[in-house]
C-alpha cells in the first residue's frame, strides 16, 4: 500500500511539474493567457462533467434507497440469503458506499470531456459564415461551430443515463427491489416508477440524436455527390422526423406507465420504435433510392449537385479562380525567347531533391551539422529579382560526438548559418554556385542585405530531442576556428531571450521532474540564469502555442535583416463544411501534418519564428475566414493583423504547396461549373504524370504512375511585364497525356496573393503533356545517346523536374539532367534538355539548348555559366549551335565499341564465352546507337534542304 502511495504521490508529483513548466513556457513567449485558457477550459469541463455525473448518479441511488424494501419477503433460496447478508452489511454503510460509488461512475464519465475543450471554445466563441445550408437554412456555423459540441453533449448524456439505469437495475436488485425468477409481481411499484423515468429521460434523448441526424444527412454519401441527396431530404428526413416524434411518445408511455401494473405500454412503445426504425428508417429510403432516383438519377439529384458544386468550390478557395484561355502557340520566336529573359534567367535547374543530396556534401563542414530540407525563394541580387534555394544548416542530433548528457543536452546545442544558392546558376563543375555559404556565414553576393550577422539556430524545423538547456557553465560547440588545429572550435554561451530561466531549487526540481533527469537538478554545470529549452522544432512549437491550427509540412529560412528567422504557413481546417467533397490528401506528403480527413480549409495563419531565440509572430492572412475571426475571439491578442507583418519578410511569403496540392486535387473535378457535368463526369481531369527520377519524399497514398508535385516559378505570366513568384501545377485529361490546363496561384504582390488561376489548353487540337514530352526526351536518340554515355562507369542519370514554362503564349519544357555516382558522392548538373513544338534538344547549359531550339539569337551569356544569366568570365557573344554534337556523339559510341570488342577478344582468349557474348552484345548496342543517329542527321538535313 505504501509503495502504491508513493507511485501515484510521484505521478502527481509530475503532473504537476509539467502543468507548472508549461506556464512558465506559455509565460516566456508572452503567451500566458493561451495557457490559462486551455487550461482551466479543460479543468472547467472536467469538473462541471464530474459533478453533473456525481449529481444524477448519487440522487438516483439516493432514490434506490429510499424506494427499495432492503428485505426478503419470499421463500429464501442461497442468492437471496447472500443478498439479504449483503444489505445487512451494507445498510449501515449506504451513506459512504452510495458516494464511493457516485464518484468513481462520475470520475469515469467526467473524465472525457477534456476532449471538448476546441469544440467548447468554438461553440461559445464562433462567429456566423453568413451562409445557409440550403435544405435546412441554418447559418453554417450551427453545422462547423454548433454540431460538433452538441454531439459532445448528447453523446456524454445518453452514456451517463445508460450507465445510470444500468447501476440503478443493479442496485434495486440488490437492494431487493426487483425479485428475478419470484412469482408475482417482480418489481416494486416505486422501483418501477424511477426505471422508467430513466428509460423515458433516454428516450427524449434519443429524440434529441435523430435532430442532429438530420443535421448530419448534410455530410451524407449515399447520392451522386457528397452531401444530402434526394433521398436523404424526402425520404430519410420525414424518417427521422416520424422517430423524434415516435421517441418522444415512447417518452410519454414510459411517464405513464408509472401509474400502470407491469410493463406492457413500454414494450409495445418498443415495438413500435423498432419498427419505424427499421421500415420507415431504413427500409423506406433504400426503396425510394431504388425505385424513384435510379431511374431518373439525373433530374432528381442535380439540385444537390449544385448544392455540392456550389459549396465544393468554396470551401476550397476555388470558387475565385479566375480561368483564362491559352493558346499553346507555336510560334515562339528567338526574339520573343530574348524578350522574355527574365524568365529565362529564373528558369530552376536545381531540384530541391537533388540539392538536398548535394548541400550536406559540400556544406556540412562538421559531422554533427545536416541539412534535413532545401527550399525554394527569392531575393534581389544585383538589382535583379532571382530565384534562390536555401536550406537551414541544423544540428544533427542523431551524430553528436561522443555522446552522454553534457554534450547531448549541454554543449551541442544550435545549428550554424544557411546556404543559399541561385536556382538557375551552376558552377563549371557542375555544382551550385553559392551565394551564402560556409561557417560562419560567407556572403559571397555582395548584397549587404543577405548578411547574417546571428547565425546560430536554436530552434529549427528537424529537431528531435525534447529539451537542451543552453546558457551552462559549460561551453557550446560553435563556429570552427581558423589558424588553429583541424578539430579546433570556439564555444558560446547564449545570451538570446529564448527558452525558460531555469531558476533556484523548486524550478530545477520541477525541470527534474518533468523530463525524469536527475542531472538536471544536481548537474554543477547548471546555475539560474541557465536557459530550459522544449519544443525546438517549430512545427512542435506553433503546435503548443495555438493547437487548433494546423502546420504546413514545408517551413522555410528566410535571412533578413541580420538574423535568421522561419516562415511557416498555418491552417484552419474543419471536416463539418456542409455539402463539401472531402479532400484527397494522398499526395500530400507522408509527414504532413494536415488531417486525413477535411473538407474545409484556410490558410488563415502566418507564422515568422526567430531562430536565435524562437520567438512566435501569428499574422492573419485571411480575415475573412469565421474559422480564424473564432479563434480571435477566443484567444484575443494571440494574432497580429497583416498591416504589422513585417515589411522586410512580405517579399518572401509564398503560397503553401500543401494548401495546393489539395485544391488542385479538388480541381481535377471542380473546374467544372455546370451540374450537369460534374453529374455525368465530363470532363475529369487528372494531375500530369511526373516524367523525372529525381529524389522526392515520400507521399501518403500509393500511385501506379508518379504525380507531377506543384513547384515554384518566378516568371512573367502572359498578358503581365513583370515578374511573379508562382505556384503551378499542370493538368492532363483523365486517362489521357495531353495537357489540359495548368494552374498559377500567386505569391504577391500582398494585394495579390493567393490568386488563383487557370490557363486552359485549346480543344481543337492536341497540346503535350509533360508524361508526354517526358516520353519523347527517353526515345530522341541523341538524348539517348547522351545518357547511354553518361551513365558509364557506374553513373546514375538523374532526370530533374521537367518544368513547363510558359512563355506568353507558348509553352517550353526544361528538364536538368544530374549525374550520380552508384557509390554515393555529390550529384552534379550535367546537361539541359529542352523542347518546344515537338523538337527536343540536348546541351551543356540552358542559353546553348535554347539555341539549339530557337537558333543563335537566344543567349549572350557565358557557355560555361549553365544558367546562362550572362554573368560568366566568356565573351558575351550569341550561341552558335555546336556543327559537330551528332559526329562527336558518333565517334565516341564507336570508340566505347571498339572498347567492347577488345574486352570480348580478351574474354575469349580466357576461355569465357559469356562474357564474350556479352560484350559482343554491348558493342552492337554502341553501333546501333551510332547508326540511329547518323540516319536522323541524314533525314534532318534532307529536310532542311527541302
Known sequence: MGVSLAFIALLMA???????????????????????????????????????????????????????????VFAETPDEELLERYNEWIEPRAGIVRLGFSAFFAILVGLGAAAWWQDWLQWRGGVSFGVVDPIFQNDISRYVFGLPFYRDMYGWMFQLFLITTLVVVAAHYLNGGIKIGAPGQRTSGGVKAHISILVAVIALLKALGYVFDKWELLYSTRGAVFGASFTDVNAQVPALNLLIFISIISAIILLVNVWFKGWSLPAVALGIWLVTSIGVGGIYPSLVQRFSVEPNELNKELPYVQHNLDFTRFAYGLDGVDVRPFNASTGLTADVVEANRPTINNIR????????????????????????????????????????????????????????????????????????????????????????????????????????????????????????????????????????????????????????????????????????????????????????????????????????????????????????????DLYTVSDRYPYSELANTARLNSGSHLPRTFNYIRNSVKAVIDAYDGSIDLYIFDPNDPLIQTNQNIFPGLFKPLDEFPQDLISHIRYPEDLFRVQTDVYTLYHMTNPVDLYQVNDPWQIARDPSTSPKPPLRGSFGTAPMLPYYLLMELPEEDRLSFLLMQPFTPAERPNMSAFVVAKSGPLGEYGDLISYTMPEDRQINGPGQVGDFIEQDPVVSAEFTLLSQEGSNVVKGNLLVVPIEDSLLYVQPIYLAADTGGIPQFKRVVASFNSQIEIADSLDEVLGLLFGSAVGGGDQGDAGGDGDGDGDGGDVTPPQGTVQELVERLLGLAEDAFDQADEALRNGDLAEYQAKVEEARGYIEESNRLIAEAVANAAADSA
Open 14 to 72: 509530475r503532473w504537476l511539474a509539467t502543468l507548472w513548466t508549461d506556464f512558465l513556457w506559455y509565460q516566456s513567449l508572452d503567451a500566458p493567457d493561451v495557457w490559462v485558457t486551455l487550461t482551466f477550459t479543460k479543468v472547467w469541463l472536467v469538473a462541471g462533467a464530474t459533478f453533473v455525473a456525481f449529481l444524477v448518479i448519487w440522487i438516483n441511488l439516493f432514490v434506490v434507497d429510499k424506494v427499495s424494501p432492503r428485505r426478503f
Open 349 to 568: 535547374l536545381w531540384d530541391p531533391g537533388v540539392l538536398a543530396e548535394t548541400y550536406p556534401e559540400l556544406q556540412n563542414i562538421k559531422t554533427y551539422y545536416n541539412f534535413d530540407d532545401v527550399d525554394v525563394d527569392r531575393y534581389v541580387i544585383d538589382g535583379e529579382l532571382t530565384q534562390v534555394m536555401t536550406a537551414a544548416r541544423g544540428l544533427d542530433e542523431l551524430n553528436i560526438p561522443g555522446g552522454g548528457w553534457v554534450n547531448e543536452r549541454l554543449v551541442y546545442t544550435h545549428g550554424l548559418g544557411v546556404v543559399l544558392s541561385p536556382a538557375n546558376d551552376v558552377t563549371t563543375d557542375g555544382l551550385p554556385d553559392f551565394l551564402i555559404a560556409d561557417i560562419p556565414p560567407v556572403n559571397r553576393s555582395g548584397e549587404a542585405s543577405l548578411d547574417v550577422e546571428q547565425p546560430r539556430i536554436y530552434f529549427s524545423d528537424d529537431s528531435q530531442s525534447d529539451f537542451l538547456i543552453a546558457g551552462s557553465l559549460e561551453g557550446e560547440v560553435d563556429i570552427p576556428q581558423t589558424g588553429g588545429t583541424s578539430d579546433s572550435t570556439s564555444t558560446v554561451h547564449y545570451d538570446g531571450e529564448g527558452g525558460v530561466e531555469l531558476g533556484g531549487f523548486f524550478k530545477r526540481f520541477a525541470w527534474a521532474l518533468r523530463f525524469g533527469d536527475l542531472n538536471t537538478l544536481i548537474s554543477s554545470q547548471l546555475d539560474a540564469t541557465s536557459k530550459v529549452m522544449i519544443a525546438r522544432n517549430i512545427q512542435d512549437r506553433i503546435t503548443r502555442m495555438a493547437p487548433f491550427l494546423y502546420t504546413d509540412d514545408d517551413p522555410y529560412m528566410v535571412a533578413v535583416g541580420g538574423r535568421l528567422v522561419w516562415i511557416m
